[in-house]
């Protein structure tokens, strides 16, 4: 990938932090990724979220962030998806079924977001 190319992902993925508190902003600029993009956002705003919580006091584990998302069980009924859950969780499916996992990602994104948000609310 060319250097520049790369800049401009990252400068990218820096608006959407900047689109925290506008979620219509957020959501669009969220469309323009890539699903293997979404993966790298996906672990940008996870970091973000488990430093947050440190920082006031909430100390968040995986699970506190997985019981706010849907579990993949259901993500899979949902689209019809007959590929094992592991695929689904192991973003094993990113490379066989890109779309699906970038909403999959999308959806999990979102609600990264939506803690967040509610952690700046407790600053």
């Given at each position: 990938m060319h250097k520049l190319a790369r800049y401009e992902i990252d400068k990218r993925k820096q608006k959407l932090i900047d689109y925290l508190h506008d979620e219509d902003a957020f959501l669009e600029l969220l469309e323009t990724f890539k699903p293997r993009e979404l993966v790298e956002v996906q672990v940008i705003l996870w970091n973000y979220v488990i430093d947050y919580s440190y920082v006031v006091g909430k100390n968040f584990s995986r699970h506190n962030l997985t019981s706010r998302m849907e579990p993949t069980s259901?993500?899979?009924?949902?689209?019809?998806?007959?590929?094992?859950?592991?695929?689904?969780?192991?973003?094993?499916?990113?490379?066989?079924?890109?779309?699906?996992?970038?909403?999959?990602?999308?959806?999990?994104?979102?609600?990264?977001?939506e803690i967040i948000i509610e952690l700046k609310k407790k600053q």
């Open positions: 259901n993500y899979q009924y949902r689209v019809g998806c007959h590929e094992r859950i592991d695929y689904c969780r192991g973003n094993i499916c990113i490379n066989t079924h890109p779309n699906c996992a970038g909403d999959k990602l999308k959806s999990q994104i979102a609600v990264l977001r």
